[in-house]
């Protein structure tokens, strides 16, 4: 065997070593053994599960709800079936055999045999799934939609709202707002989505600002006003918002729940 062969080895043969002294196996009760990992998930705790004998010969290795309680308790919500998020959830455990069950679980019935790999295709699968509170921002347009979908619904009492208005522009287009946000009597806001914002957002912003001034005037009168609605606010953002100000178009940062209160709910 040469050098190289022989510190492949020493390497592998560490990290085996390491692995075995760091994963720590602690039974429960009769038939609950709980395991203790070395890794950390996104939110800073240890990564442990359990496995559950049942009849049979047969293990459940099973989280028993920890992870979708986690992120939803840190306002990431996976559980709609209809979001983004809960078909991301799914294509990160499908791969693996793993099922979502009761009360959240995210789990897998196994053989004895299989337990060794079972154990760890689990730990990826959890890091996997803490992932999703932190995907960056240009990949989740979608989510931030339905976020902003869920927030708007589940708080009618305190915003007046329609969905989806068409207004019809001077060149013959057609624009979409997401919303219009009637927070007094006779107050109309327009208000379209971004995830993120750019020089060639702006431009487009500032574009349907001028197209629809006639759809604005013809049906709001001098009441309405046209609103963006974007998913936090960076520091290289900041220009563009500027410049939409400068067009009287008002920009509202949705991860600043204050300001979105202030500025749409009911008055």
Known sequence: MDTQDLEIKSIANNWSSWMTGQTNFKRLNNNKIQVITPFIDNFGDGILFNIISKENDIYQVTDEGYTIWNLTSNGINVKSKQSNRWRILLSIITPYNFKIGKNDTIFKLVKKSELSQTITDFIQVLINVSDIAFMNRTNTASVF?????????????????????????KTSQKYKFEYLFTP????????????????????????????????????????????????????????????LLSHEIDVIDFQNKNEVKDKLSIK
Do not use: Q
Not at 217 to 224: D, H, K, L, Q, R
């Open 145 to 169: 939609f339905d976020d902003v979908r869920d927030y708007f619904n589940e708080r009618r009492s305190d915003y007046s709202f329609l969905n989806t208005i068409y207004a019809d522009g």
């Open 184 to 243: 007094k009597p006779n107050e109309f806001k327009l208000t379209k989505m971004y995830n993120t914002l750019s020089k060639n957002s702006m431009e487009a912003i500032i574009g349907i600002w001028s197209d629809t001034s006639g759809f604005r005037e013809n049906n709001y009168g001098t009441n309405s006003s046209f609103n963006i609605l974007i998913n936090g606010i960076s520091d290289k953002e900041k220009p563009f918002i500027d410049g």
